[in-house]
């Protein structure tokens, strides 16, 4: 069974840090991307960041120049670096491997349970 294990999310002050990291454990023989989401109460979930398996990456406009997303790919380990932190950025933030591939099975995608993330002002 593959499992996403987040951690790092918190409290923090406004022009802060914060770096969420996301591990992804299970017999996997590829993920195609992993990335970042958030969502508010009663909003859509939205894109944060991602990276494929050969280094791509997409960022939200609102996050660019701020968050960077890296990947080791021999541990299926996702890391987000935020920094300069808004209070808009408060969000539950979840963690995604998207097309992962296991032996007997098409590909699929799997979440994270999400981590809460705050900015205060």
């Known amino acids: 069974q593959v499992q996403l294990v987040e951690s790092g999310g918190g409290l923090v002050q406004a022009g802060g840090s914060l770096r969420l990291s996301c591990a992804v454990s299970?017999?996997?023989?590829?993920?195609?991307?992993m990335g970042w989401y958030r969502q508010a109460p009663g909003q859509q979930r939205e894109l944060v960041a991602a990276?494929?398996?050969?280094?791509?990456?997409n960022y939200a406009d609102s996050v660019k120049g701020r968050f960077t997303i890296y990947r080791d790919n021999a541990n299926n380990t996702v890391y987000l670096q935020m920094n300069t932190l808004k209070p808009e950025d408060t969000d539950v933030y979840y963690c995604?491997?998207?097309?992962?591939?296991?032996?007997?099975?098409?590909?699929?995608?799997?979440w994270g349970q999400g981590t809460q993330v705050t900015v205060s002002s």
């Open positions: 995604a491997a998207l097309g992962v591939v296991q032996a007997d099975r098409p590909a699929y995608d799997v």
């Open positions: 990276i494929t398996s050969n280094g791509n990456i």
């Open positions: 299970g017999n996997i023989f590829s993920i195609v991307a």
